[in-house]
């Protein structure tokens, strides 16, 4: 697929956990992939390399590190990130040690996954917005001689009442 959107591939057996991702992530400007399985991520990454993988750890078959030492071998400058829900001390270390970029504990909140990815991988472009062929209104001020002369200005002093000087 050619784009200007850096990609993102996110791998999650938990169908909700998926689409929390992807709607934060391509929110964000990300174009977003999805995958529920080891080998579907890889399948995928291969089609389309990714600038940077979100990945769960516990998932049925093979795990996230199992993908991350593939990844690894296969595309060694790709960044990958792994969320568990289950994970301790240990998991972490290990996750971090055998090249993970981050490691989140899940569910991650919308504003930690944005950061980790946005930090790891390139910034995300929006698409140019339309505009329909109409020109933009700006809001620019008006220069001192397009002002209405002071003759044109009303002179009537404005109702507003005065604000109660406050007393110490």
């Known amino acids: ?6 990609h ?22 990300w174009r977003v992939s999805v995958a529920d399985t080891v080998a579907d991520a890889l399948a995928v990454a291969r089609r389309d390399p990714p600038q940077c993988v979100v990945s769960d750890v516990m998932m049925p078959g093979e795990d996230g590190f199992a993908l991350l030492e593939v990844l690894r071998a296969e595309q060694p400058d790709v960044p ?25 504990p899940k569910p991650a909140r919308p504003g930690a996954l944005r950061d980790a990815v946005r930090t790891a991988s390139p910034a995300p472009r929006r698409p140019a917005r339309r505009t329909r062929g109409r020109r ?31 007393r110490c």
């Open 136 to 166: 933009r209104r700006r809001c620019r001020p008006k220069p001192w001689w397009a002002a209405a002369p002071r003759s044109c200005r009303s002179t009537r002093p404005s109702r507003a009442r005065p604000t109660p000087s406050r």
């Open 8 to 29: 993102i591939l996110v791998v999650d057996d938990d169908p909700d956990a998926l689409s929390l991702a992807r709607g934060v992530l391509s929110q964000a400007g």
């Open 80 to 104: 990958v990130i792994l969320m568990t829900g289950y994970g301790g001390l240990d998991d972490a270390v290990r996750a971090v040690s055998s090249g993970a970029e981050r490691y989140l």
């Open 1 to 6: 697929m050619a784009t200007d959107r850096a």
